[in-house]
């Protein structure tokens, strides 16, 4: 792991408007984006292409079992399994970590300078859900928010639009959040609910007039819709295969699916690893990409949370200003993609919730969900501070 700070000046200068015209959701989506493809070790072209090597190989040599492994931050050996909610936590090493945080400095104690440069800013908030709303714990269906996570997250939907990014289906997200004032993009982005708007083109076939929760009209952008059933079949697909793997789960996230390898015995991951792999060699346009002890795998297309973020801001006419800061807070491999497009184009800031160093697009980092909460309510308290000196209440 490289502990060296990645950038030389955390304090960017001001964001240069961007002069992109807008989002280009009609010609380029279904190409291949080889620059979405770097997080996953096993690019499926490639191995299909290769030899096969037999028995467990491919797994092992092409990066599969070290990405696998190092997936998620180790758990304290001695934590003991107490229930199927347990909360795994983490040792750091303290140095390294120090170290780490003059690269990525907590956005805590940078807080004055965020919101400096955020004052006379729109800010937008993006929220990813698990690692950074609600802790990592063992059982994925046990992942639930805290009700005063909520009622902060409710605060900062308030004064900001914010919006909820999550490798989980729509639906499963906004049954954990539970909150009507957010936009939300699930599927890692690839099924999206955000405002009606004129700014954002819903000719394209995957984008059509809708209702949200409480029956208010809303935009639906599913850029992955050709994939349902293929995803469908690979879901039962990957529930068969791992069947008889202890620990071994699937979720079916609509236009992705998600095998947890967490709770199987290291010895297996191999195993499960190369079922997944082999399968893949079926599926010439999915992919897998590496989460946090879960293998995800999605369709080929030019789509990630990133876009998501660009569409998003697009909706809500938040682009192309220079009077604008999106926020986008996530602890997973696939958040990087958001806030690399914050960084590229010198948008706004990312932040990283992470209790280890490890290498990251984002600006800023926060070390657990206690910390985004704390940082939110700091957001809040700010904001509602404004508005009193300002005469707005
Ligand atoms: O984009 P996210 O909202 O962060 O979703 C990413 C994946 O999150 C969930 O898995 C992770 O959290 C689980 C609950 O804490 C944990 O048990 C698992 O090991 C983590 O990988 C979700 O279950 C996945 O389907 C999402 O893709």
């Given at each position: 792991m490289d502990l060296k700070p990645s950038h030389a000046s955390p304090i960017r200068s001001d964001p240069v408007p961007t002069n992109k015209s807008r989002l280009g959701i009609h010609s380029s989506l279904l190409a291949c984006s080889q620059q979405d493809s770097p997080l996953s070790p096993g690019k499926f072209p490639k191995s299909n292409s290769k030899k096969n090597m037999g028995g467990l190989d491919d797994v092992r040599s092409n990066g599969w079992l070290?990405?696998?492994?190092?997936?998620?931050?180790?758990?304290?050996?001695?934590?003991?399994?107490?229930?199927?909610?347990?909360?795994?936590?983490?040792?750091?090493?303290?140095?390294?970590?120090?170290?780490?945080?003059?690269?990525?400095?907590?956005?805590?104690?940078?807080?004055?300078?965020?919101?400096?440069?955020?004052?006379?800013?729109?800010?937008?908030?993006?929220?990813?859900?698990?690692?950074?709303?609600?802790?990592?714990?063992?059982?994925?269906?046990?992942?639930?928010?805290?009700?005063?996570?909520?009622?902060?997250?409710?605060?900062?939907?308030?004064?900001?639009?914010?919006?909820?990014?999550?490798?989980?289906?729509?639906?499963?997200?906004?049954?954990?959040?539970?909150?009507?004032?957010?936009?939300?993009?699930?599927?890692?982005?690839?099924?999206?609910?955000?405002?009606?708007?004129?700014?954002?083109?819903?000719?394209?076939?995957?984008?059509?007039?809708?209702?949200?929760h409480e029956g208010k009209e809303t935009i639906l952008f599913q850029p992955a819709r050709e994939f349902l059933p293929m995803i469908d079949e690979v879901f039962k697909t990957l529930v068969e295969i791992t069947k008889d793997i202890e620990g071994a789960k699937v979720e079916n996230h609509k236009f992705c699916a998600s095998v947890h390898y967490r709770n199987v015995e290291e010895n297996n991951w191999t195993m499960i690893g190369q079922r997944v792999h082999d399968m893949l060699k079926n599926y010439p346009r999915l992919r897998s990409t590496h989460g946090r002890k879960v293998l995800e795998i999605r369709p080929v297309i030019d789509w990630n949370k990133g876009k998501a973020v660009e569409f998003l801001l697009e909706s809500l006419g938040l682009t192309d200003r220079n009077d604008v800061l999106p926020i986008y807070i996530g602890d997973d491999k696939t958040d990087e993609d958001a806030f690399k497009v914050l960084r590229e184009s010198n948008l706004g800031y990312g932040i990283l919730v992470s209790s280890v160093g490890k290498e990251s697009n984002a600006f800023y980092s926060l070390r657990d969900t206690n910390e985004v909460m704390k940082f939110l309510q700091l957001l809040v308290n700010w904001k509602t501070e404004e508005e009193t000196k300002h005469g707005k209440k």
């Open positions: 070290d990405a696998m492994k190092a997936s998620s931050p180790p758990r304290k050996k001695s934590i003991h399994k107490a229930s199927s909610a347990q909360v795994a936590s983490f040792d750091y090493d303290s140095e390294d970590y120090n170290l780490w945080m003059q690269g990525y400095p907590s956005a805590l104690e940078a807080f004055e300078k965020i919101v400096d440069f955020g004052k006379d800013k729109k800010i937008a908030m993006f929220l990813d859900y698990d690692g950074t709303l609600s802790p990592i714990v063992e059982d994925p269906d046990c992942a639930f928010m805290s009700e005063p996570m909520r009622k902060t997250v409710r605060s900062v939907a308030k004064y900001f639009p914010t919006a909820i990014i999550s490798g989980r289906s729509r639906d499963k997200v906004f049954d954990l959040v539970k909150l009507t004032e957010l936009y939300y993009a699930g599927s890692h982005g690839m099924d999206i609910i955000g405002p009606v708007s004129d700014t954002v083109s819903i000719n394209h076939p995957n984008c059509v007039k809708s209702t949200d």
